[in-house]
């Protein structure tokens, strides 16, 4: 490459990585294992770098996780900033050696090219080959060398102005036997003025003992003005015969920037360098596993350990892999990583509010020690939901279960109470007689109600009131159930039922003017009262005379003990004394007093009639007269005088009367 000088004042600026991988980086699928419900065992499957002697390496890409691009505690390898040089030899730390295409080296140079070659015949100064005319093995690029990548870079100050970030920088970092040296290049132009607008960023970091190779590459554009724009990625061995070539990269075009990729080269030539991996707790041996015969591609090794019983809810294993060292056989590297299986742990706790008459309840759930998303039921695992708040809750008793990704459900149960209540009074029980009607109003804090009875009937149910309207034919319990939301309360009262009153004022009468009547009454026990008192011999008993100086109903009223009653009445017709014999009368067919009459009113139904001479000699008869005798005998008159009568009458009232007397004929 031409030499083109230009001097600017550079500031350096520091890009840091914030991940670190060890010399091994250990891929396990389930670094934290949660046993499924009713499982007690597992196994642990660990993937580790299978790495053998340096003979031939093979490739692979891990995560691009690079280490720091400039450190304070870096060496900054100004002398290669000349362009296409190498720098002076960099040994390495006491005991640090690298293991390369079978031979051990302990001292490397750094070209400006992003190559690292182990020839210890490089000086400071010498050139760095820039030219790629063919791919690897090529003898015309170095030897013992890792390509990483290897493209016409150029760190001199034209193409770098200030203010800059360029920096090439070596450094050891880590502790033996588990160290590592890295070689950095960060924002370095690219050759020629045509392609100096890209810039590379780019590292190669070598592990003592495993002799693995990892390249991280940040920034790496191509630019075709340049030397075609093909570059490198791989590895050659001292006599150029050898080498390994990451695919498609080797002295082709490729690259970009923001290219963020990984490239490990583990060795894997000759015998296995893998002594034994061992499953511990607490730094003893549970398990030792030497097989490493399992591999699941070039460079990668499956180790297993079957069923792994963990005591406690929460056990750390730590998976420990031991190789040999490529550089001292006597020597052991141990590389480790930690898995983490979990038993169920899962707990709940439950906060309540009980239900009130007018307000459902609700159930709250918490839970720890939860493994992924939880779920809730409140119904013992019928169905679940993801909120831990159970609302609008009856009262009752709940199960309640909560299950995370990998546990047992943890089950809890839950009471809700009513808390309130509604009062309800029915009222004293009552009796009341047979054909009455009978309305109660309780008393009661509800909002609706509900009657039943039993034992007979005769209710009118309320419509939104508590009152009920009851006729009842025989004794009949009733009930109301009073609601207000949640809140019910239930009372009863019972109607006995008696037989009730009966009364019979007896026959009416009929009685003649001052006299009496007998009433004969009959009623169920009790008292009794007569109304009007007027013209009765008393007024509270069945049997009272009656008196009245006219026509009069009396009513009778009974009261039973029970408070029933029941009345009748009773005519008493007063009628006038009408029996009143004539005297004298005078037959003589003048029209006046021509007849004998006894009687001038209706107060009788019959009446017999006789009529005697002086010496005792019945001279008229009638066995039903009607005021019609003429003072005849046989059709011819009698003769003037004083005669003698005898009345039997029946009066209206049925009884039977006699009256005697005398009447004279005049004419």
Known sequence: MRKLLLLFVGLFAVVMADAQNPATVFTIPQKHI?????????????????????????????????????SPAGTELVDVYGDDEFSTRIPFPFAFFFCFYGTTYSSLSVGSNSVLSFDPTLEQGDRNEYRIRGPLPNTELESAAIFGPMHDIDPVDAYNPAPTERKIE?????TAPKRRFIASYNSVAYYLADCAQYKATH??????????????????????????????LGVQNADKTQSVAAPGKNA???????????????????????RRAELRRNNVVLATNTTDTSTASPGVLNLNFPNVCPTADSTAYEIKVYYGSCSNPA????????????????AATVAKTDATCDVNGSITVTATGATGALQYSSNGGTSYQAGNTFTNLLPGTYTIMVRDAGTCPVTQTVTINLIGSVTVNAGLDTTICKGATFTRTPVSTGTTFTWTSTGGGGSTAPAVNSS????????????????????????????????????????????LAGQNYQINATATGGTYTWTPPAGLSATNTLSPKASPAQTTTYTLQVTTPQGCTATDDILITVVPYCIK?????????????????????????????????????????????KNDWQGTYKGKPLPDGTYYFVISFVLINGKTEYLKGNVTILR
């Open 203 to 232: 590292q190669m970091v070598i592990y003592e003992n495993t002799g693995i190779i990892e390249v991280y590459i940040k920034d790496k554009p191509y630019c075709l003005a340049w030397n075609d724009g093909l570059s490198i």
């Open 34 to 70: 949660t046993l499924p419900c009713g499982t007690n065992c597992t196994n642990i499957s660990v993937q580790v770098p299978h790495i053998r002697q340096s003979t031939t390496y093979t490739i692979t890409t891990p995560v691009y996780a690079p280490y720091a691009y400039t």
């Open 468 to 511: 009920i309207t009851v006729s009842p034919q025989v004794s009949t319990t009733y009930t109301i159930t009073a609601v207000r939301g949640l809140c019910s309360a239930t009372d009863d009262f019972k109607v006995d039922v008696t037989a009730g009153a009966v009364a019979n004022a007896g026959a009416d009468g009929i009685i």
């Open 331 to 346: 020597l052991e590297v141990s590389f480790s990583d930690t898995v983490f299986i979990k038993k169920s742990v899962l």
């Open 581 to 625: 014999p004539m005297t004298a009368f005078t037959p003589n067919g003048d029209g006046i007093n021509d007849y004998w009459l006894i009687t001038n009113g209706n107060c009788l139904t019959s009446a017999k009639a006789q009529i005697f001479n002086r010496y005792g000699a019945i001279v008229f008869e009638s066995k039903d007269y």
């Open 170 to 174: 070596w450094r050891v970092e880590g």
């Open 252 to 274: 082709t075009v490729w690259g970009t920037e923001a290219m963020d990729s990984c490239y490990r080269f583990i060795p894997y030539g000759g015998a296995p360098m893998f």
